[in-house]
C-alpha cells in the first residue's frame, strides 16, 4: 500500500511542479463545487488545492480575473471499496445530482465543467467555474490530467461545459452491469 501512496505522490508532485509557472499552487481555503457523497467517504488518501493563475485574463462575464483550476484526488484501499464509493457517489453526484453508470445526460444541474478520471483505486477530479469555461482549454485539461493520473484502462466522466452534458467519453461501464448501481 504504501507504494501506491508513493506513486501517487510523485504523480501529483510532479503535476504541480509542471504547473508552477502559470498558476500558484494553494492548499488552504481553497473553495470549489461540492462534489457530493465522495467528499464524505473515508479514503486511504486525499488531497485537494486549487491552480489558481498568475496572470489575469477575460473571462465569460468580460471580467479580468485569475483562472482558478481546482483538483480533488481520492486513492481507497482496493478495488472494492471503491465500487463501494462509486455506488454512493452516483446517487449523490455534484451537487447532489444524480448519475447512473454508463448512461450520457443533457444536463447536470447546478455542475460546474468537471473531468473525473477513475483509475485503479484512484479517482481524480478536475473542476472550474463556469464563467472561466473555454472548450480548447477543457481539452488540453483533459489531456494533462490522463497523462498525470490516466492510463488506457482509465474510466473517463466529463462534463463538457455550464450544467452538463455529462458524457462517459472512454471505457464506460456496461449500464446493465450492477457493480455501480
Known amino acids: ?3 501506491q501512496n508513493e506513486d501517487l505522490l510523485q504523480r501529483i508532485n510532479a503535476f504541480k511542479t509542471d504547473h508552477s509557472i502559470d498558476y500558484k499552487i494553494k492548499s488552504f481555503n481553497i473553495g470549489g463545487e461540492r462534489l457530493g ?5 473515508e479514503s486511504d488518501f486525499e488531497t485537494r488545492f486549487k491552480l489558481e493563475g498568475r496572470n489575469k485574463t477575460k473571462d465569460n462575464l468580460d471580467r479580468n480575473v485569475r483562472f482558478d483550476i481546482y483538483i480533488n484526488i481520492y486513492e481507497f484501499v482496493d478495488q472494492e471499496e471503491l465500487n463501494w464509493v ?13 448519475i447512473r453508470p454508463g448512461r450520457d445526460t443533457r444536463t447536470v444541474p447546478h455542475a460546474n465543467p468537471s473531468i473525473i478520471i477513475i ?3 484512484r479517482v481524480s477530479i478536475l473542476n472550474q ?9 477543457f481539452r488540453e485539461w483533459r489531456s494533462k490530467m490522463l497523462t498525470y493520473f490516466g492510463s488506457p484502462s482509465s474510466i473517463i466522466i466529463e462534463i463538457g461545459g455550464c450544467e452538463g452534458p455529462l458524457n462517459w467519453t472512454k ?3 456496461d449500464p446493465r452491469d450492477r457493480t455501480w448501481k
Not at 457523497?37 to 467517504?41: A, M, R
Not at 462509486?86 to 444524480?98: P, V
Not at 467555474?129 to 482549454?137: K, L, R, V, Y
Open 86 to 98: 462509486m455506488k454512493r457517489w452516483l446517487k449523490n453526484f455534484i451537487d447532489g445530482n444524480q
Open 171 to 173: 471505457n464506460a461501464p
Open 1 to 3: 500500500m504504501f507504494g
Open 37 to 41: 457523497s465522495i467528499e464524505y467517504e
Open 129 to 137: 467555474p463556469c464563467t472561466q469555461f473555454e472548450p480548447i482549454s
Open 119 to 121: 483509475e485503479k483505486e
